[in-house]
C-alpha cells in the first residue's frame, strides 16, 4: 500500500524453485480487518496502524503453523480492500523450506522477531502515492486516493517509521525509489487535481 514492498514476489518464487527450495508465500493484505474496524473518522492514523491487519490471527494460523510444521491446510478469513465482509480462501503448503512474508506493518516490535531475515524495501511517500494512483487498486478517483493517502496511509506509515524503526531493524534494505519520474508524475497531476502536499 505505500510502496514498501516486493514488487517482483513472483519472481522470487520462481528463483528459490530453480535452487529446490520451496517457499511459502504470503501476503498480510487478505488479513485485512474489514473496513468498521480497519477505518476511524476520530483518529484515522492510529487506527489504522493498530487495526489494518488482523496480525494475531496471521501468525498464529498461518506462519508459525508452516514454520514449525513445513505444511498447512488452512481455510481461512480472507478479504480485498473494497470488500465489505470476509470470503474463505485456502493456503495448502507442503515440504515448506522457506515462508517469505509481504506486507505492510510487518516489522512491529511485537512481530519482528518471527522473522530469520528482514528485508526493508525502501520508497518515498512521493513514489508511493504515484504508484497508488497508476494502480487505483481500491477504485478510487485520483483525488480519493491523494485524500486517503496524505490523512490515512502516509500518517499510519509515520507512526510504524516513528515507533518501530523499520528500516533500521532490517537485515537488509533495498531501494525501490523511482524517485525523479514519480516526484513528475505527482507534481503533474496534483496540479490537474488542486492537491499538493504529500
Not at 494512483?133 to 493517502?149: F, H, M, N, V
Not at 516526484?183 to 504529500?198: G, I, K, M, P, V
Request: charged fraction near 25%; include cysteine; aromatic fraction near 16%.
Amino acid at each position: 500500500m505505500f510502496g514498501v514492498y516486493f514488487v517482483y514476489f513472483g519472481q522470487l518464487e520462481a528463483r528459490l524453485a530453480l535452487h529446490g527450495v520451496i517457499p511459502a508465500m504470503v501476503n498480510v493484505d487478505g488479513w485485512l480487518n474489514l473496513p468498521d474496524r480497519r477505518f476511524n473518522q476520530i483518529d484515522p492514523a492510529e487506527n489504522f496502524y493498530e487495526n489494518a491487519i488482523r496480525f494475531d490471527q496471521f501468525f498464529t494460523q498461518l506462519v508459525i503453523p508452516v514454520r514449525d510444521r513445513r505444511y498447512l491446510h488452512l481455510v481461512a478469513d480472507f478479504t480485498e480492500e473494497t470488500a465489505s465482509q470476509y470470503r474463505k480462501r485456502t493456503y495448502d503448503f507442503k515440504d515448506v523450506s522457506v515462508i517469505l512474508v509481504e506486507g505492510v506493518f510487518l516489522f512491529k516490535r511485537e512481530y519482528r522477531t518471527h522473522f530469520d531475515l528482514a528485508i526493508w524495501v525502501d520508497c518515498s511517500f512521493p513514489t508511493a502515492l504515484a504508484r497508488a494512483i497508476d494502480r487505483a487498486q481500491e477504485g478510487l478517483s485520483a483525488a480519493k486516493t491523494i485524500a486517503a493517502y496524505e490523512t490515512i496511509y502516509f500518517p499510519a506509515q509515520r507512526i510504524h517509521l516513528n515507533h518501530d524503526n523499520p528500516r533500521e531493524n532490517a537485515d537488509l534494505v533495498f531501494e525501490n525509489d523511482s524517485y525523479q519520474s514519480a516526484a513528475r508524475a505527482f507534481s503533474s497531476r496534483s496540479q490537474r487535481w488542486l492537491c499538493c502536499e504529500s
